[in-house]
């Protein structure tokens, strides 16, 4: 149970803190009402002489012995109730020998406020100077003497301000002898209404005593020295006691105005923990882990603010109450009630700290930042708004002469107050609110530009670009990155927001100041002499076609970037992460980086070089798989025997294995220990990733979802610390490395794992012209981070395979399959939750939501992942072709989903998905077969460490759905090259043509519409809209083992239709690279249909297919 409900095995400092903190606070809510209640019986002296001596049993501490958690807490309990009974001491001393006026109340409590203040802070300075924590203790010696003479000091102190005072009361006089509280009338303080407003929000300020208690570690996290922490509490102790006397002595000398001076002041100030968790957020979100005066500035403020706030609504209180035993009673019962409070606190904070993804039980600055922000912004507003309330009535519980003329008067005063602290706690809520918004990041603009705007630097140097130089011509690899990359800093210098870039070397930055002065027209794309990019641009809408080359040679990428993508309309290459990865057999080893070498099961930097050049002449541009969560982790991958096992060990046990921990290229590594890498760029030590407080060589696991993503390890690969500006610049080597070879777009892993701030400061530095972020579908909606993934590129849709796959699998009935045609007609709905089949016009509604699904998402069927993840549970098992088929249960399809293996009704789903006008970009799987979850690509044997990937040998396309056992046991050719399948490349096409500027209308066969048949067209937004662009209809297909579907051909003859009259080609069964439409030369595989006054001649719709005849290649 305690490590479900904490995430670790054990009591970390967090874990302690939180535990320690409801010691005491239970303590204090027990003790309160008990010292009260003991007041009415016995003499003050001795409960005051009892609450001092109570601290005595610290200085046991001193003794040497065993450490112990439970003698720990019995020792912060006893000082819990020590505390609660020094109030009898604050209310004896405030009522006795002093004049009852506002002034001499201010004085005092000022002066008390700045004791405790310059004695608090001097005591946090001692423990930081004198560092009693950094002595290492021993089995044999837990205790070592010089710990002991480090806390001496302490104890001496306890000692002095224990017995002295606590002796010096059992001799105590007058009052503190012979009173005793009375029994009746000290109810009536509750008829005062501004104390009970008050104490409601004390109440409500207590929930947030436990984050209030966290600012000095989050300082400590912040990257601040322990020494220079000590200097400046020194220096707190001094400025917040100064300036609490310095208020003292003002509020003393205003005789005139000072109830309302102390008014105002006691309630319109808001508390400090307001601001302290904006600075705490912005502080983490900016500069992570830097050290920030103005930061510490800001805190200090609110340092002064809460105890001038603090001492006025105590000096307020007393002079309300004007009487000890009031005061006592008044003091007991709210010093248990946020003795309660501050008790549930540590649990409280942390369930809601959850629901925003961040936990108090943490060494991670930013994450207890975040937690920080979740919790205080709420509590601390409630109690704002209850303190400003007891405005409406303070001045008659204080019995203020009439000092306002009318009523009205009388109530304008507190109805500004209210409004204008509610008007500062709304300001504070949205500036925090602000400081998760990262500012725009710069897109490349898609149309022909004509900028308004001031121009405020103009050079031209063709001369070879290298990193930080004012040099725009190619680089050393011959690309134009590198140039593109010192024109933005240009333009970050002269604080621009739009650059204009030419190849030949010239650099042009300009102030546009709105999007209005850009003049985008971003409806198609033209070739331009520069090129433009503005924060006011967007990066979608660029008519991307990718294909994800799973683990393919980088010889054999750079071939098929000429010989098939580029001739084919595709214009993206996604390849496998480049970076040097461990041993293995598992295609998952590409995902478990050991340096950032180009050397990788793919090839060799030289032969990545040449390919990533092939692929930019061919009009192809590569897209790398980042991985920048994590490195590999020390586990051996392979062979079966070993699998599991902790690698490098000495020995060789159940757990443990000689193997070495070594990446592809010969880089050793261990558990989070990388330093065989190359300085600056991936040597990695411990520290450098997110662990235990006070093990570096663990962490918190993910799953389970409980726990932070953004921290703990995923999978148990180590999780890097990108908070860390050490950490995000050797990330950001890598990537400059990549850009400067001509990698111009990212996908990045386990995107939902990293702080969003962190993945836009990595990037920042380089104009990528796309990034996609891997985010499955419950971290995409309904996150706090949502908005600010989308501010830094395209989500990765893995929830559109999922609708797809429901409407093509067939339902398993008791007895029998379903073919559930009716769930293959709403393809035409395949939005989540749709409203209605005329929803939209079929396409995607303008909404929140939408983004991630239409206009910022880069849709696929499938990937590496899940095309494997039902087989999941077992790496090694073999999976038969049966096993293959899915269930639509009406609810979902588990993890299921169309692949490769389901043969003709993939390549149905494919030619849908890019037929169909949905999402910004698209993305076709190009995999290899494989019979085992864990199976490596061709070439790569069962259990080996270090086989190289096979030349590419494509299989043809199946012919059956799913496919057979004859066509997936082709040893020869195990690569499947979906892409390569009849039909894509003149499908990619045509969605090129039409996407963006048609609009979808069903049917497309006019009058025609039953179950498992489906048609649509597409009709163009401007121009004669009589006739449409295109016609696309699908029929659903036999399964040979469910035996449902349709084996009849579709009869479409004198079907009417939206086409002009003309002759037509079904792009759907072409088989070689389609051209562009100015290039077409006029040729169709299979038969031509026409169409007279609208309707079809000689068409027969085969089985499965599609129909997509475009009047463009008519």
């Known amino acids: 149970w305690f490590q479900r409900l904490f995430g670790g095995p054990s009591l970390d400092p967090s874990i302690l803190a939180m535990i320690f903190f409801l010691a005491n606070s239970i303590a204090t809510c027990i003790f309160a009402p008990i010292w009260a209640t003991l007041a009415k019986r016995h003499q003050p002296r001795h409960l005051l002489a009892a609450s001092f001596l109570l601290n005595l049993p610290i200085v046991l501490t001193l003794v040497p012995t065993e450490p112990n958690v439970l003698f720990a807490l019995l020792l912060v309990f006893l000082q819990g109730a020590a505390s609660s009974g020094l109030f009898l001491f604050v209310c004896f001393n405030f009522m006795l020998s002093v004049k009852p006026d506002m002034t001499e109340s201010a004085l005092r409590m000022g002066m008390l406020e700045a004791m405790r203040a310059f004695v608090n802070w001097i005591l946090f300075a001692y423990v930081l100077l004198a560092s009693p924590s ?47 509280a009375p029994t009746e009338g000290v109810g009536r303080v509750w008829s005062r209404r501004s104390v009970v407003l008050l104490a409601a929000s004390e109440f409500v300020g207590g929930l947030l005593g436990f984050p209030n208690t966290r600012y000095m570690a989050w300082w400590m996290e912040n990257g601040w020295p322990i020494d220079r922490l000590g200097s400046i509490c020194i220096f707190m102790a001094l400025g917040l006691s100064l300036v609490l006397l310095a208020w003292t002595k003002f509020l003393r000398s205003s005789a005139v105005h000072g109830y309302y001076l102390l008014i105002g002041t006691a309630l319109l100030l808001a508390p400090a923990s307001l601001l302290q968790c904006v600075v705490y957020e912005e502080v983490s979100t900016y500069t992570f882990q830097g050290v920030s005066l103005s930061a510490f500035a800001l805190s200090f403020v609110s340092v002064i603010l ?73 509590l601390g507003t409630a109690q704002y708004i209850l303190q400003l309330l007891a405005m409406f009535f303070v001045r008659r519980d204080l019995r203020v002469a009439q000092s306002w003329r009318t009523s009205r008067c009388r109530a304008l005063l507190p109805t500004i107050a209210v409004l204008g602290g509610l008007g500062l706690t709304i300001a504070v809520c949205l500036s925090s609110t602000g400081t998760k918004d990262n500012p725009p990041r710069v897109r490349r603009c898609k149309g022909p530009v004509q900028p308004a705007c001031k121009v405020l630097y103009e050079g031209t140097n063709d001369a070879p670009a290298r990193f930080g130089y004012r040099s725009f011509g190619r680089n050393q690899y011959g690309m134009t990155t590198t140039g593109r990359y010192n024109c933005l800093q240009q333009m970050h210098y002269y604080e621009g927001d739009t650059f204009l870039f030419w190849e ?33 641009c967007s990066m979608s809408g660029q008519q991307l076609t990718a294909v994800q080359l799973l683990e393919w040679r980088w010889q054999d990428v750079g071939e098929e970037c000429e010989r098939q993508l580029g001739p084919a309309g595709i214009n993206v290459v996604q ?130 979802f409980a726990n932070n993503r953004h921290i703990c390890d995923l999978h148990a690969l180590p999780d890097l610390d990108t908070e ?31 702080y969003p701030d962190s993945i836009d400061r990595i990037l920042s530095p380089f104009p990528v012209e796309y990034i996609t972020l891997e985010i499955y579908g419950q971290f995409a909606t309904g996150d706090p981070a949502r908005d600010q993934l989308l501010n830094i590129g395209a989500f990765t849709n893995f929830d559109y395979g999922q609708y797809v796959s429901e409407r093509f699998f067939d339902t398993r009935k008791v007895k029998k399959w379903d073919a559930n045609l009716e769930a293959f007609n709403r393809l035409l709905d395949l939005r989540p939750h749709a409203p209605s089949r005329d929803a939209c016009n079929r396409l995607p509604c303008d909404n929140p939501f939408d983004r991630y699904f239409g206009s910022m998402s880069l849709v696929f069927l499938d990937n590496q992942d899940v095309q494997r993840q039902k087989w999941s549970g077992d790496a090694q098992a073999e999976i038969p072709i049966e096993d293959v088929l899915c269930d639509w249960s009406g609810v979902g399809v588990g993890t299921c989903r169309l692949s490769y293996k389901m043969g003709l009704a993939y390549h149905q789903a494919m030619l849908f998905m890019l037929a169909w006008p949905f999402g910004d970009a698209v993305r076709i799987m190009s995999s290899f077969s494989f019979q085992r979850f864990g199976q490596g690509p061709p070439g790569v044997g069962n259990n080996s460490r270090h086989d190289k990937t096979d030349i590419v040998k494509c299989r043809g396309m199946p012919s059956t759905a799913p496919i057979s056992e004859e066509y997936e046991s082709d040893e020869d050719n195990r690569w499947i090259c979906e892409h390569r399948w009849q039909g894509i490349s003149p499908l990619i096409r045509f969605r090129n043509l039409v996407k963006g500027r048609t609009s979808v209308s069903t049917p497309g066969i006019v009058d025609h519409s039953e179950p498992g048949r489906i048609s649509f067209s597409l009709t163009p937004k401007k121009g004669d809209r ?8 699908l029929q659903k297909g036999y399964n040979y083992i469910s035996k449902v579907g349709y084996q009849t051909d579709w009869e479409l003859n004198r079907e009417e239709t939206c086409l002009p009259p003309g002759k037509y080609c079904n792009l759907a069964v072409q088989k070689a690279p389609w051209p562009k439409p100015n290039s077409w030369g006029g040729t169709c595989d299979g038969e031509w249909f026409q169409l007279a006054r609208n309707k079809t001649e000689k068409l027969t719709y085969f089985n499965g297919g599609v129909v997509s005849p475009p009047g463009l290649f008519s």
């Not at 002796?167 to 002898?177: D, Q, T």
């Not at 942390?350 to 600055?365: L, P, W």
């Not at 982790?633 to 070594?662: A, F, I, R």
């Open 134 to 180: 950094s002595v290492a203790g021993t089995k044999e010696n837990p205790l070592p003497i010089e710990l002991s003479w480090r806390l001496l000091p302490l104890a001496v102190l306890v000692l002095i301000f224990s017995i002295a005072p606590g002796l010096l009361c059992l001799w105590a006089p007058g009052p503190y002898r012979d009173d005793r």
């Open 575 to 704: 390849i496998s992460p480049p970076s040097e990865h461990t041993v293995g057999e598992t295609w998952a080893v590409r995902y478990q980086p050991v340096s950032y070498k180009l050397e990788s099961r793919a090839g060799t930097e030289e032969e990545f070089v040449t390919m990533v050049a092939k692929c930019e002449a061919a009009g192809v541009s590569v897209m790398a798989d980042l991985v920048l969560n994590h490195m590999a982790s020390p586990y051996v991958l392979s062979p079966t025997s070993e699998l599991g096992k902790v690698c490098g060990s000495n020995e060789s046990t159940e757990k443990t294995s000689t193997l070495p921990c070594e990446g592809w290229a010969g880089t050793r590594y261990g558990n989070r220990d990388f330093s065989y890498g190359q300085p600056g760029l991936d040597r990695y030590s411990p520290h450098n990733f997110h662990h235990y407080k006070l093990n570096l060589l663990s962490n918190c696991a993910f799953p389970p």
């Open 724 to 754: 860390s500006i050490k950490v995000q610049e050797m990330l950001q080597a890598y990537i400059g490395h990549l850009f400067e070879i001509g990698v111009r777009m990212f996908r990045i892993d386990a995107a939902a794992h990293i």
């Open 306 to 378: 809460d105890l001038v706030r603090t001492s006025s609504i105590w000096a307020l209180k007393i002079q309300i109450l004007n009487s000890r035993w009031r005061l006592l009673t008044y003091c007991s019962a709210v010093l248990a009630l946020t003795g309660c409070a501050n008790a549930i606190s540590p649990g409280v904070c942390e369930v809601i700290a959850r629901f925003s993804a961040a936990t108090y039980i943490t060494s991670n600055q930013k994450e207890m930042a975040d937690a920080m922000r979740a919790t205080v912004l709420p």
């Open 1026 to 1033: 009589r006739y449409c662009e295109g016609l696309v209809a």
């Open 504 to 536: 030949s070397g010239r650099c042009e930055v300009q102030q546009c100041q709105d999007a209005a002065s850009v003049k985008v027209n971003s409806s198609e794309m033209i070739p331009l002499e520069f090129e433009a990019w503005s924060v006011y």
